[in-house]
């Protein structure tokens, strides 16, 4: 007799929601259930829509007239004393699945427990709208089932893969209601487990998943022997069918047209264990053959098996002895069927049952290497389908096809070897004293580098270059891209030369190179197999390498000279371990010691570039382009020009070098730089100093109103007529309240007396004017917010000579003064209240006009009623 199982919870389906008003449900019908299982009884309140939980009681009545109080989910005294105990020891327990469901749960069901169960709901509505209570009768019969294994269970079931089997349960039920048994069959393979077939309670077979095509095929069966046994037959045992099987047996009870289950049992019927079959396949170890000669190797099989079995043969071969790697490729086919597919060179006989040969004709040295043979066998199905049940690979048989090989010398020399850095290198490797140059022999080059290192370190080679059998070149990492850009060069000459030639040699091409060739041969298919490599030995590319040197000394031939003179400078070049080199200059000024306008700037002036093309660098001074003049006076020397100095020239004037060496016919590569001593420009002048300072009467302005800033320039020292001093003015502006960001231009007066204002992207305008001899005023009209910030001015004095020239004094900076933009709070304001003001009174003339039409068209009703006496009763439809 089998264990009891425990059953699964039953939830009857509720019934339709009445038209209107709260309802409680439980299952409709006769509930029916076993002794000693669990009865599972689901209530809910439908239209509940409250956010708290629904309370439930429930009450329990053998005869359906008096109910005795059995449970609540509220108050915890309202069971009877009969069912505390059952209550307090888990028997009985109400379990919410929702704020409007709860579910009576008793377990281990009993006689006793046969009768009327009640569910209801307290009430909390304002007028009664509804049932709050519902009822289901339960039924308890007793244990009637016995199911047990037929015959008793065995230890272990032992089968070879495709043998048969069948398995016997029996099963019966004596309730004296008219119930219905269904069976399932599973099969367990440690904790997982799997549904195989079943008969249901409706005499429906339902097979498992992974089952439907072996049940339709009728490899498996369920069907019954007598009134009682169920029998589960396998015409073919696979090796997933190993595991404890059981039968499941359920009892079900049929009740206007709905079905409850009513028990089940499981029993261990017996465990089936699937023998593996025994496969063994012996091949040659090493198989040595001459070329041209027939390969012969036979593949003989082992295995238990007697009955109809029929082996399926593969040769494979693979230049590895590991099968598993990709690479291997089927040499010949036979299927079960006795079919061979296999090419015309190789043949596949079956000389008796058990050994199979591979025989290769014609053997070449491209049929050196490993075979397999594989094997698998077969057992065919009722249903004319066939089934695997053993496959092997054997070992692995080495073949070593002996041959002649081409005899040959390699020999590498340098036939140009570099001086410099950009000389071109070029090798030659050939082949010599070739003992076997038959049609049927090519050869082809690798090229190698290895870095030359001490004696001891290990350095590995680098791949530059390889050239296979096709005579497709294959470029190495190292190469690639310079061989792409026609840096690198590699050629066949003749048959037995190949060269490699570098354009252009780099300091990181010294080392050692060797070429490696290789003798190719043909085969039947007209393909090419590599049968020799032969290396040559390596030759060292190597120069000595020395630093560039090079030295630019300028000088000043005449030192003194004054305002308005012409200043020269000359530079002379020398240079060491430069090949062939030619020059390039560029003249650099920077402000003297101490001239903190412009500290650490360095000006570039004019340049001369290799090819002796002028070009003006960041010389601005439109009225003097013709100023400056760069010149080569010899090949290593250079002169400088500056026609009509201005004291704003003064500062330290240098010669920046750079030497550039040939690469190729029109290409040149930058050696070396240098830069020479500093000449220095010092103007000894005794003339006016000036100063540049701002002022606002305004320094804090509302939003609108006009800012003025006034830039007042002083002169200390000598003083000058007014028509011999010129300025030229700009305004900027750091809007921050430090001057950490860049300062924005504004505007500017140069001394011919032309306006430049910059574009801005708000409102606000913006003009500057000459006011004074020494005063310029800048005014922002129409003020916005983000005119607030930092303003200084730029002055640039010129002051006219003697001789009547016009000279450049050094630029000045005034300090910066803040100006602050305020908001106006009431002309902020005043527009957006009168708006609403208006926008209110109109809104409430529009309602009380709308008021009025109502009452006098839309609402006007005249009634008429009786007098009343004061001292009457009032009449009903006043009431």
């Known amino acids: ?29 006769i509930l029916v259930r076993v002794v000693d299982t669990e009865l599972v009884i689901p209530c809910n309140v439908s239209d509940y829509d409250g956010p708290s939980e629904q309370n439930f009681d429930w009450s329990f009545s053998s005869s359906g007239n008096v109910y005795v109080e059995l449970a609540s989910t509220w108050e915890a005294g309202f069971p009877a004393q009969l069912y505390r105990e059952r209550l307090q020891r888990g028997e009985i327990l109400l379990r919410r699945t929702a704020n409007d469901a709860v579910e009576l749960h008793i377990r281990n069901v009993q006689p006793s427990d046969q009768g009327y169960y009640k569910c209801s709901t307290p009430s909390t509505d304002a007028t009664v709208q509804g049932n709050y209570e519902d009822t289901v009768q339960v039924t308890v019969l007793a244990d009637a089932l016995h199911v047990s294994a037929s015959p008793q269970p065995s230890p272990a079931l032992s089968l070879r893969e495709g043998e048969p089997f069948e398995l016997r349960c029996s099963a019966s039920t004596a309730s004296q209601l008219h119930t ?15 549904n195989i ?76 264990v699937i023998q593996p079959t025994v496969l063994r396949l012996t091949v040659a170890r090493n198989v040595s053959v001459a070329e041209g000669k027939e390969l012969d190797l036979s593949c003989n099989i082992t295995t238990d098996r007697v009955d109809d079995v029929r082996p399926e043969v593969t040769w494979y071969f693979s230049r590895l002895p590991d099968s598993s790697l990709p690479g291997s490729h089927v040499l010949a086919h036979m299927d079960r069927d006795s079919l061979v597919h296999s090419s015309p060179h190789v043949a596949l006989s079956h000389v008796d049952a058990r050994s ?30 066939w089934h695997k049940v053993a496959e092997t690979m054997s070992t692995p048989t080495g073949v070593d096809v002996t041959w002649l090989e081409p005899s040959y010398q390699v020999y590498l020399n340098a036939s140009k070897v570099p001086e410099y850095v950009d000389d071109p ?31 001891d370190d290990v350095v590995s080679s680098e791949l530059i270059a390889v050239m296979h059998g096709d005579w497709t070149l294959k470029y190495g990492e190292r190469s690639k891209q310079r061989a792409q850009n026609g840096e690198l060069i590699f050629a066949k000459e003749r048959l037995d030369t190949f060269s490699f030639r570098i354009q252009r040699t780099t300091e990181e091409d010294r080392g050692n190179y060797y070429c490696v060739v290789s003798a190719w041969t043909k085969q039947r298919n007209n393909s090419w197999v590599k049968s020799k490599d032969v290396f040559s030995k390596p030759v060292n590319i190597f120069w000595v390498s020395e630093d560039s040197v090079l030295v630019v000394k300028a000088r000043q031939p005449k030192p003194f ?21 030619r020059y390039s200059v560029l003249i650099t000024a920077e402000k003297p010691v101490g001239d903190l306008s412009s500290p650490n700037e360095t ?51 240098r010669c920046m070098v750079t030497a550039w060496s040939p690469v190729g016919d029109s290409l040149w590569r930058e050696a070396a730089t240098s830069l020479s001593n500093p000449i220095e420009i010092d103007f000894q002048t005794s003339g006016p100093v000036f100063n540049a300072s701002v002022h606002s009467a305004t320094p804090s302005v509302t939003r609108g109103d006009l800012i003025k800033l006034f830039c007042i320039i002083t002169i200390e020292g000598t003083a000058l007529d007014p028509d011999d001093m010129a300025f030229d003015v700009s305004w900027f502006a750091v809007h921050s309240f430090g001057m950490d960001k860049d300062p924005v231009f504004l505007s500017s007066l140069d001394r011919k007396g032309i306006v430049n204002t910059a574009q801005r992207d708000w409102k606000s305008d913006l003009s500057l004017e000459r006011v004074g001899v020494l005063e310029f005023l800048l005014q922002v009209h129409g003020s916005e917010d983000q005119d607030f910030g930092n303003y200084y001015c730029s002055v640039t004095p010129w002051v006219k000579s003697p001789t009547g020239s016009w000279q450049k004094e050094t630029e000045i900076h005034s300090k910066p003064m803040f100006i602050t933009v305020k908001m106006d709070v009431l002309n902020a304001f005043k527009y957006p209240l009168l708006i609403g003001i208006g926008l209110s ?37 006043m009431d």
Not at 375 to 381: D, E, G, I, K, N
Request: proline share 2%; hydrophobic share 35%; net charge positive.
């Open 1 to 29: 007799m089998g264990r009891l199982a425990p059953r699964p919870v039953l939830l009857a389906l509720l019934a339709l929601a009445l038209c209107q008003g709260r309802v409680v449900r439980v299952p409709s019908g």
């Open 841 to 877: 009174t109109l809104i409430g003339l529009l309602s009380c006009l709308i008021g009025y039409c109502s009452s006098h068209w839309c609402c006007k009703k005249e009634v008429q009623e009786t007098r009343r006496e004061r001292r009457r009763l009032m009449s009903m439809e």
């Open 561 to 581: 000279f004054a305002a308005g003179n012409t200043f020269e400078m000359t530079c002379k070049v020398s240079s060491k371990n430069i090949k062939s080199p």
């Open 425 to 455: 290198t070029e090798l030659e490797c050939r082949v010599v004293d070739m003992r076997r140059s038959e049609a049927n022999v090519r050869f082809t080059v690798s090229w190698y580098y290895r870095m030359s290192r001490r004696s």
């Open 603 to 653: 000006k570039y002036i004019i340049s001369l570039d290799q090819d002796s093309v002028v070009k003006l660098e960041n010389w601005t001074d439109a009225s003097r382009v013709d100023g400056v003049v760069l010149e080569k006076v010899q090949e290593d020397e250079f002169r400088y020009r500056m026609y009509q100095t201005q004291v704003s020239d003064a500062g330290l004037y």
């Open 197 to 272: 077939l079943a008969l249901t309670h409706e005499s429906r077979f339902r097979p498992g998943p992974g089952y439907e095509q072996r049940c339709h095929s009728g490899d498996v069966r369920l069907d019954t022997v007598g009134s009682d046994v169920y029998r589960l037959s396998v015409s073919r045992a696979l090796s997933a069918d190993q595991g404890l099987y059981k039968c499941v047996v359920s009892e079900w009870i049929g009740e206007q047209g709905t079905w409850q289950e009513i028990q089940e049992k499981t029993v261990d019927v017996a465990t089936v």
């Open 356 to 385: 199979y040969h591979l025989l290769v004709r014609d053997v070449s040295k491209e049929n050196s290497g490993y075979y397999f043979c594989h094997v698998a066998l077969w057992t065919p199905r009722h249903n004319r389908s």
């Open 180 to 194: 219905h048994l269904s069976v399932l069959w599973a099969v367990h393979r440690g904790a997982a487990g799997r």
